[in-house]
């Protein structure tokens, strides 16, 4: 055999089946994963910030491009682990969307909307370097858990240019096709909103850090800034949302969730929650292949919806 750069299909196949061998068929439509680990995205105020990037790869579309799921890691504000759902996420990566782990800026580093601000900037960064990564620029979601879901939330209703969003990529968008909550602490207003903190609403808590150390009860006006509900009115241009939350969830109420979900629908915005029986806070509960399915349906929805606005808009 010639030893030359051999494409894929020039390269001849081996066809015999020794005595005993078993041939196992494929069809070349299976789904890997390709990690590409700690991307520096951006370093505002000199502090770096990092992506854990996730790539579905098939032997048949090499070259095909993705939708991307901007996620950013929860953790009470504090300094995130990037590794802690790289596995949970395998099975959305598989359906076929890019996953970018994000990191913000912790409550140790700086208070609220730092954090909302730098989630902007990871999607500015993949739609950035949508080509490098293979990614659909048109169709980038940002989702998030627990603190990661208030600011996947934030990332949503930040205003282009506004007092939450400092850009770092000049004339890229922040704009997201959709949002995907997972058990989100979307409020700060709610008396138990955390059950289990007994530091709640002080300034030790994650809360009252996030607000720059404070006790939260004493600045209504900070709270309210910070919690989504009261950032949705029915002029606000928000894309879909979809909420998952465990009925069991002795961290974040679960309330937290429904009231979001109430205030959207309220609104007229278009939104789903599902609460998942017995589930804690966080769990593999959230990412059994049949949730993960219903993520992935959310997605495609708000795909064939925008697909078709933008389709009226051109006409």
């Known amino acids: 055999m010639e030893v030359k750069k051999w494409s894929y299909e020039e390269f001849p196949e081996y066809t015999e089946t020794p005595e005993g061998a078993v041939r196992v068929e494929t069809t070349g439509d299976e789904t890997g994963v390709r990690f590409v680990r700690e991307v520096e995205y951006a370093a505002p105020d000199g502090v770096p910030l990092r992506l854990n990037i996730l790539l579905p790869v098939t032997r048949n579309e090499p070259d095909k491009k993705h939708p991307c799921l901007v996620y950013v890691q929860g953790s009470a504000w504090k300094e995130q682990d990037l590794y802690m759902s790289v596995c949970a996420v395998d099975e959305l990566v598989k359906k076929g969307c890019a996953v970018a782990i994000a990191q913000y800026r912790h409550t140790g580093q700086a208070p609220f909307p730092a954090q909302i601000s730098d989630a902007r900037n990871a999607v500015r960064y993949m739609r950035a370097h949508a080509e490098e990564y293979r990614v659909n620029p048109d169709e980038i979601f940002v989702g998030g858990d627990s603190s990661g879901g208030h600011t996947a939330v934030f990332c949503a209703i930040a205003e282009e ?127 059994t292949p049949e949730v993960c399915a219903l993520a992935w349906d959310f997605m495609q929805d708000c795909l064939k919806k925008s697909a078709a606005q933008d389709w009226r808009e051109s006409r």
């Open 161 to 287: 240019g506004g007092d939450m969003d400092e850009s770092l990529f000049p004339g890229v968008s922040a704009e997201v096709r959709g949002v995907l909550d997972y058990y989100g602490t979307v409020t700060l207003l709610m008396e138990d909103g955390f059950p289990t903190t007994t530091s709640h609403h002080t300034p030790k808590s994650p809360e009252g850090k996030l607000l720059g150390g404070v006790y939260v009860m004493e600045h209504p006006e900070l709270a309210a800034k910070a919690s989504a509900v009261t950032h949705i009115t029915p002029d606000k241009k928000l894309p879909p949302v979809c909420i998952f939350h465990g009925t069991k969830d002795r961290t974040a109420n679960v309330r937290q969730s429904v009231e979001l979900y109430e205030k959207l629908r309220a609104c007229g915005k278009e939104a789903r929650l599902y609460l998942i029986a017995g589930a804690g806070h966080c769990g593999p509960e959230f990412w």
